[in-house]
């Protein structure tokens, strides 16, 4: 389990390096901008930041043009990233730890986080990008140089708004759709349209129904946009008042409060249509896509889980010690009505342990043909292979995995703008144990046969999300 020597890895930030071609070569086709967001949890004078989640956000940028990967590779400059390094510890509370300092700070600050902005990242059409974090607002950054603005509220944010960082962006429309809770006493789940400059035009809002922690994707399926919300809840809420226990110690699922669905109409200025408790036991973390049958349901696949347990496995001190638990990952259908909100069907199509799925960016709301996903060989260790999942006929389904201690993150599938739809590569991170060393590979998105590998100047922090914007 090489990969956890990541998880005290200190980035080391870099400025547009030409990658060295290992193996094959860059394909002619492949013009635009990889970017990804990691997560740094180097260890401080006082330890880990307790959880993956609290992890410093770093951004990789790779710029391939004129037959040349350039890369760079630079902290997200958050306020409490820069409080944080100039102190070499850890200050702020998270879902990992309590906020530093003696009795009386921790009470006062029980619930001061810090925005890592580490998650995912979104390109804009105005020269920035957009670094999310699902706990806060999004963090502003250069696309250019990667330097980084500051938090931004596109017009109509709140300070205590959130902004998932899951947006997804009809294709048809070009319009970027998110979603996000609003803490407090009266909990509420937002919705948001917002256009390729990074202004939100148009939110909705509704209550949540008893207390719910985490809305971290969503499902955008014609013009339904669906949120689904699992159920947790607090038992020692003292603990964390006074600063004894972090949230993340004490966050537990309540499955007695069934799952509630929301289903908002984008083409009805967001309307709430529906608003549902089904009494379900699953928790998804990710949704590869949606779309609306022939029926007027909507049917979407998600990677399920049974329980909340791999949320508690992400803890450093139990990653280092324990490695990932056997998580029992499901790949699903879902069966939504999406005028009551009725889950009417859960079926199981793989049971492959895999995750971060992906789909083509034309099919995003509309049914695919193709999902590709990274799969797990060992149930206890890291993603070391890809998959291409035939929706139609998943017997047929495509994997690849790598040899031992060669571990991958996130696929993105990149079109070859010449060459017919579905035809192109996907692009990851790979981090290969055995040197020590962290590459960029590119394989064919048909066969999953290497086309080209590429070597990062630096090793490179572990990774949820990325994006990859074209050429313009």
Avoid at 54 to 83: H, M
């Amino acid at each position: 389990m090489s990969w956890k020597k990541l998880l005290s890895l200190n980035p080391i930030e870099f400025i547009d390096q030409q990658l060295a071609i290992c193996k094959g070569e860059l394909p002619k086709g492949l013009r635009g901008s990889l970017y990804r967001n990691t997560v740094s949890t180097k260890k401080r004078r006082n330890g880990y930041p307790g959880h993956l989640f609290d992890g410093d956000g770093v951004v990789l940028k790779i710029e391939f043009k004129e037959g040349r990967a350039i890369a760079t590779y630079k902290f997200v400059q958050s306020e409490g990233f820069i409080n944080e390094q100039q102190r070499d510890e850890y200050i702020y509370a998270g879902l990992g730890r309590t906020y530093s300092g003696n009795f009386l700070t921790k009470i006062f600050n029980s619930f001061s986080f810090k925005n890592p902005a580490n998650t995912s990242v979104l390109p804009l059409r105005n020269g920035e990008l957009l670094a999310l974090w699902e706990g806060g607002l999004p963090t502003n950054i250069k696309k250019n140089n990667l330097s980084t603005i500051g938090l931004t509220n596109g017009n109509s944010l709140q300070n205590s708004d959130t902004f998932s960082a899951h947006p997804k962006i009809d294709p048809k429309s070009g319009m970027i759709y998110n979603v996000g809770l609003t803490h407090g006493m009266n909990q509420m789940v937002n919705v948001y349209e917002m256009n390729q400059s990074g202004q939100i035009l148009r939110r909705n809002s509704t209550q949540v129904n008893g207390r719910r922690f985490m809305l971290h994707d969503f499902i955008l399926a014609g013009d339904y946009l669906i949120a689904i919300m699992y159920s947790q809840f607090v038992t020692d809420f003292h603990k964390i008042l006074l600063g004894r226990k972090s949230l993340g110690q004490d966050v537990l699922n309540d499955e007695s409060q069934g799952i509630q669905v929301f289903v908002f109409d984008k083409s009805k200025n967001l309307q709430l249509i529906a608003n549902k408790i089904n009494y379900l036991k699953f928790n998804v973390w990710h949704y590869s896509n949606g779309y609306v049958d022939q029926s007027g349901n909507v049917v979407s696949q998600a990677i399920t889980y049974p329980n909340y347990e791999l949320y508690e496995s992400f803890f450093i001190e139990n990653l280092l010690k324990n490695g990932l638990i056997d998580s029992k990952s499901s790949y699903d259908r879902l069966i939504i009505n999406p005028l009551t909100g009725e889950i009417l069907q859960k079926q199981q199509i793989l049971n492959d342990y895999l995750e971060f799925p992906v789909v083509h960016d034309d099919d995003v709301g509309q049914k695919q043909k193709f999902t590709y996903a990274v799969i797990q060989q060992k149930k206890d260790d890291w993603f070391n292979g890809i998959i291409r999942i035939d929706e139609e006929n998943p017997q047929n389904s495509q994997r690849r995995y790598y040899q031992q201690e060669q571990y991958l993150t996130e696929a993105l599938f990149v079109q070859d703008k010449n060459k017919q739809k579905g035809e192109g590569w996907l692009i990851f991170i790979i981090f290969d144990g055995t040197v020590d060393k962290s590459f960029v590979e590119i394989v064919d998105a048909l066969s999953l046969q290497s086309v080209c590998l590429l070597q990062l100047p630096q090793l490179i922090a572990p990774s949820f999300h990325g994006r990859f914007e074209y050429e313009q």
